[in-house]
C-alpha cells in the first residue's frame, strides 16, 4: 500500500437496482417524491445521458468495477461469475492508500441464488465486504462476510438494514484510522421487482398512477403497469430515504465536507412502457440511469448543474478514481469525466492538469455503445441479442444480428414511439449512426454482425 495523502477525498457510492433514471422528483415523475436525490443533484453534477451500456445487473456490474465492457471482462450475462485475476476500482484505490469497503448486493459470484456464498479471494479486492450475491426478497434478506463471516439475516427491509451496516462499518473505520481516505460502496436490490416495498410504507392506489404516453392503451397492460409502478415508486422512495440517511451519517461522522456521494444504479426498468417490462431492452426506461455527484462544504469548487455527455457504465470507474487524482489503471477503457464535474483550477488537491493518465487532447464521447450481448430468453423483454448507440445530440440506432430494427430522434420523440429505421428520408442520418456503431464494436473488440444499409433501388 503506498503512503495515505491525508488531502484526499472520500468517495461514496450508493448503488439501486433497477431504478430508471425517469422515475425522480426532478425529472417531473409525479408518482413519488424523490427529496434526498433531488438535495444531492442540486449540490453538485446530474449525468442527464448516462446510460447503462448493458442494462442488466450482472454485465453491467461488471463493468462497473473492471471499467471494461463485459464482452472484455468475460461478465455477458446474468449469472457470471468476475474472473478474480482481474483488477477492480477498489484495487486501484487501495494502491492509493485508501480503506474499501463493500456492503450489500454483489451479483457477480455465478449465480443467481440467495445462498451462494462467494469465496473471500472473488470479492473484488475490496478490504471489508458484507453482502449477499443475490436475492429478490427484500424483506428477507440474509448477508455474511465481513470480520466474522457468520451469516445474519436483516432485522429491517434491505435498504434500512444495509445502510446500518455500511454507516457502522465507516465509523468504525473513521474512528480507528481518522487520516485514511475511504471509498465505500452500499449496493441494494430495491427498486428491483418484485415490487413490495416496506410494510409500513405509504403506496398510492394503482388508480392514481400516472403512466407514460408510451404504454400501450392494453387493459391488461395498463392495469399490471399501473399496480406495478405503485409499489415500485413506493420502494423509490424508500431508496431515497437510504440516500439521506448516509448523508446525514456521513454529516455525523464529520466526513461530509471531504466526501463525494456519487448515487446510480445498474440499469432501468421499462414498467409496460412498450408494452415491455424489467430490463435488457433498448429503449430509454431500460438503459437511462439517475447518475448523481454531490459534494459540500469544502468541494465547494464541483461545478454544479448538468452535463450531457453521454456516460456509460465503463466510465464510472475512470471517472470515480479521477476526482481522487488516480491515474485510470490501464486495463479500463472508459473516460474519466472528472475534469467535467470539477473546475480546471480546482481540479485535484494534486494535479492542477487533465485528469490522470487521459490526455490533454482527450475530448469526451459525443456516443454511447448499448449491448444486449447473449440473446435473452426471459418473459416481456427482447428475444434477440442487440447492439446499439445512443448519441449526445440525441439519436438512437439499435440493430439485431444482421438486421436494422430501431432508430429514433429522441429530441423530437423522447417516448420512442416514431421509429425512423425505414423512412428513406432519414437515410443519412441513419448512415451515420450506423458508422458511429461500427466504430465502436471495432474499437471494443465486438464481433456482432451489423446488417448492410445500403438502400436498394
Given at each position: 500500500?503506498?503512503?495515505?495523502?491525508?488531502?484526499?477525498?472520500?468517495?461514496?457510492?450508493?448503488?439501486?437496482?433497477?431504478?430508471?433514471?425517469?422515475?425522480?422528483?426532478?425529472?417531473?415523475?409525479?408518482?413519488?417524491?424523490?427529496?434526498?436525490?433531488?438535495?444531492?443533484?442540486?449540490?453538485?453534477?446530474?449525468f442527464?445521458?448516462?446510460?447503462?451500456?448493458?442494462?442488466?445487473?450482472?454485465?453491467?456490474?461488471?463493468?462497473?468495477?473492471?471499467?471494461?465492457?463485459?464482452?472484455?471482462?468475460?461478465?455477458?450475462?446474468?449469472?457470471?461469475?468476475?474472473?478474480?485475476?482481474?483488477?477492480?476500482?477498489?484495487?486501484?484505490?487501495?494502491?492509493?492508500?485508501y480503506?474499501?469497503?463493500?456492503?450489500?448486493?454483489?451479483?457477480?459470484?455465478?449465480?443467481?441464488?440467495?445462498?451462494?456464498?462467494v469465496?473471500?479471494?472473488e470479492?473484488?479486492?475490496?478490504?471489508?465486504?458484507?453482502?449477499?450475491?443475490?436475492?429478490?426478497?427484500?424483506?428477507?434478506?440474509?448477508?455474511?462476510?465481513?470480520?466474522?463471516?457468520e451469516?445474519?439475516?436483516?432485522?429491517?427491509?434491505?435498504?434500512?438494514?444495509?445502510?446500518?451496516?455500511?454507516?457502522?462499518?465507516?465509523?468504525?473505520?473513521v474512528?480507528?484510522?481518522?487520516e485514511?481516505?475511504?471509498?465505500?460502496?452500499?449496493?441494494?436490490?430495491?427498486?428491483?421487482?418484485?415490487?413490495?416495498?416496506?410494510?409500513?410504507?405509504t403506496?398510492?392506489?394503482?388508480a392514481?398512477?400516472?403512466l407514460?404516453?408510451?404504454?400501450?392503451?392494453?387493459?391488461?397492460?395498463?392495469?399490471?403497469?399501473?399496480?406495478?409502478?405503485?409499489?415500485?415508486?413506493?420502494?423509490?422512495?424508500?431508496v431515497?430515504?437510504?440516500v439521506?440517511?448516509?448523508?446525514?451519517?456521513?454529516?455525523?461522522?464529520?466526513?461530509?465536507?471531504?466526501?463525494?456521494?456519487?448515487?446510480?444504479?445498474?440499469?432501468?426498468?421499462?414498467?409496460?412502457?412498450?408494452?415491455?417490462?424489467?430490463?435488457?431492452?433498448?429503449?430509454?426506461?431500460?438503459?437511462?440511469?439517475?447518475?448523481?455527484?454531490?459534494?459540500?462544504?469544502?468541494?465547494?469548487?464541483?461545478?454544479?448543474?448538468?452535463?450531457?455527455?453521454?456516460?456509460?457504465?465503463?466510465?464510472?470507474?475512470?471517472?470515480?478514481?479521477?476526482?481522487?487524482?488516480?491515474?485510470?489503471?490501464?486495463?479500463?477503457?472508459?473516460?474519466?469525466?472528472?475534469?467535467?464535474?470539477?473546475?480546471?483550477?480546482?481540479?485535484?488537491?494534486?494535479?492542477?492538469?487533465?485528469?490522470?493518465?487521459q490526455?490533454?487532447?482527450?475530448?469526451?464521447?459525443?456516443?454511447?455503445?448499448?449491448?444486449?450481448?447473449p440473446?435473452?430468453?426471459?418473459?416481456?423483454?427482447?428475444?434477440?441479442?442487440?447492439?446499439?448507440?445512443?448519441?449526445?445530440?440525441?439519436?438512437k440506432?439499435?440493430?439485431?444480428?444482421g438486421?436494422?430494427?430501431?432508430?429514433?430522434?429522441?429530441n423530437?420523440?423522447?417516448?420512442?414511439?416514431?421509429?425512423?429505421?425505414?423512412?428513406?428520408?432519414?437515410?443519412?442520418?441513419?448512415?451515420?449512426?450506423?458508422?458511429?456503431?461500427?466504430?465502436?464494436?471495432?474499437?471494443?473488440?465486438?464481433?456482432?454482425?451489423?446488417?448492410?444499409?445500403?438502400?436498394?433501388?
Open positions: 500500500m503506498s503512503d495515505t495523502p491525508s488531502n484526499r477525498s472520500n468517495v461514496v457510492w450508493i448503488l439501486s437496482d433497477q431504478h430508471r433514471a425517469q422515475a425522480l422528483g426532478w425529472n417531473g415523475d409525479v408518482n413519488l417524491s424523490t427529496p434526498a436525490i433531488d438535495n444531492l443533484a442540486r449540490s453538485g453534477v446530474v442527464t445521458n448516462a446510460v447503462a451500456g448493458t442494462p442488466w445487473c450482472t454485465p453491467f456490474r461488471s463493468a462497473l468495477l473492471t471499467g471494461m465492457y463485459p464482452h472484455q471482462n468475460g461478465c455477458a450475462r446474468a449469472p457470471s461469475r468476475l474472473d478474480p485475476r482481474h483488477k477492480t476500482v477498489a484495487h486501484a484505490f487501495a494502491n492509493a492508500g480503506h474499501t469497503a463493500w456492503v450489500g448486493k454483489w451479483h457477480l459470484g455465478g449465480s443467481n441464488s440467495p445462498d451462494h456464498v469465496p473471500v479471494g470479492r473484488g479486492g475490496f478490504d471489508y465486504w458484507r453482502g449477499y450475491e443475490n436475492n429478490n426478497k427484500q424483506n428477507d434478506v440474509w448477508v455474511y462476510g465481513g470480520e466474522s463471516e451469516p445474519e439475516r436483516l432485522p429491517d427491509y434491505e435498504t434500512r438494514s444495509l445502510s446500518r451496516v455500511f454507516l457502522s462499518h465507516l465509523e468504525q473505520q474512528s480507528a484510522h481518522p485514511q481516505p475511504f471509498f465505500g460502496v452500499l449496493s441494494v436490490q430495491p427498486p428491483h421487482s418484485p415490487y413490495v416495498p416496506p410494510h409500513d410504507s403506496v398510492r392506489s394503482p392514481t398512477v400516472n407514460r404516453p408510451n404504454v400501450p392503451v392494453s387493459p391488461r397492460v395498463q392495469e399490471k403497469a399501473k399496480r406495478d409502478i405503485a409499489g415500485y415508486s413506493a420502494m423509490v422512495e424508500e431515497d430515504r437510504m439521506a440517511e448516509v448523508w446525514v451519517g456521513l454529516t455525523k461522522l464529520g466526513v461530509d465536507r471531504e466526501t463525494y456521494i456519487i448515487y446510480l444504479s445498474d440499469h432501468g426498468d421499462m414498467l409496460g412502457s412498450h408494452g415491455q417490462w424489467e430490463k435488457s431492452s433498448p429503449w430509454e426506461e431500460s438503459i437511462r440511469i439517475p447518475f448523481v455527484i454531490g459534494c459540500t462544504g469544502s468541494h465547494a469548487h464541483i461545478q454544479t448543474g448538468a452535463v450531457d455527455y453521454p456516460l456509460n457504465h465503463v466510465d464510472i470507474a475512470p471517472t470515480t478514481l479521477g476526482l481522487c487524482g488516480i491515474e485510470t489503471p490501464a486495463d479500463m477503457v472508459g473516460y474519466d469525466f472528472s475534469a467535467q464535474v470539477v473546475h480546471t483550477s480546482r481540479r485535484f488537491p494534486m494535479h492542477e492538469s487533465a485528469p490522470a493518465g490526455p490533454e487532447s482527450a475530448k469526451p464521447p459525443e456516443s454511447a455503445l448499448l449491448q444486449q450481448i440473446r435473452k430468453f426471459h418473459p416481456n423483454s427482447v428475444n434477440r441479442a442487440w447492439r446499439g448507440v445512443v448519441t449526445r445530440d440525441g439519436w440506432y439499435v440493430c439485431t444480428p438486421n436494422d430494427w430501431l432508430m429514433f430522434d429522441l423530437d420523440d423522447p417516448f420512442e414511439m416514431n421509429n425512423l429505421c425505414y423512412n428513406t428520408v432519414f437515410q443519412a442520418q441513419k448512415e451515420r449512426l450506423h458508422a458511429e456503431l461500427s466504430r465502436l464494436l471495432e474499437e471494443t473488440g465486438d464481433d456482432f454482425a451489423l446488417p448492410a444499409i445500403a438502400l436498394e433501388r
